[in-house]
């Protein structure tokens, strides 16, 4: 995977967690730098650790799909691109309560957990193409610690109407990055 793609990866895998830091931070009350970093590094962190474990899953199972490992990656991706789009377009349903100060570590690492189970389905993929996971990892976390900050910050002025163009746009790249695996591995046959 070259170094572009790598990095589209990993802003498309953060934009899930962008949304939904978007929505944590429109449901605080004024929240704060360190609230916002606090969640970003909550989230950066599972999202780092979720490819990896999706890709020791799919490299168990690579010596049994080696002819079909491109389409494989393409078909997660364009799966997960296809679910985020979906996502993106979907209405929310309006909740109205009293705004905390801050989320609770909990709910944080269930919400973490959650926008992340794309990227160990990424990981899957991953285990079929021509990348270190460590760098994949590795940028997925920080881009997703970013983007979460960026969004928890955000949240509060914008409120859901980015968070979810932001998902559409992530769905978008994933499908891309997927078509990009699948036209570099069929070109080069």
Known sequence: MNPIALILLA???????????IGKGSSL?????????RTGLIFG??????????????????SYVTQWDHWIA??????????MIYNGVKP???????K??????????????????DALAV?????????NIWMAAGAIGLATMTMVIIGTMLGRALGSLVGKRAEIVG???????????????????
């Open 123 to 131: 990981g899957v993929g991953l285990a079929f193409v021509d990348v």
């Open 45 to 62: 962190v599972i999202e780092a650790i979720t490819p990896v474990i999706g890709w020791a899953i799919g490299n168990a199972a690579s």
């Open 74 to 83: 393409f078909t997660l991706l364009l799966g997960l691109g296809l679910y």
């Open 11 to 21: 802003f498309a895998m953060s934009t899930d967690a962008f949304a939904a830091a």
């Open 171 to 189: 769905g978008v790249v994933l499908i891309i990055v997927g078509a990009t695996i699948l036209y570099e591995h069929l070109s080069a046959v």
């Open 100 to 117: 905390p100060t801050q989320h609770s570590f909990w709910i944080l690492v269930i919400t973490a957990i959650a926008t992340s189970i």
């Open 29 to 37: 009350h004024k929240p704060r730098f360190t609230e916002a970093l």
């Open 92 to 98: 929310d349903e309006e909740e109205a309560e009293e």
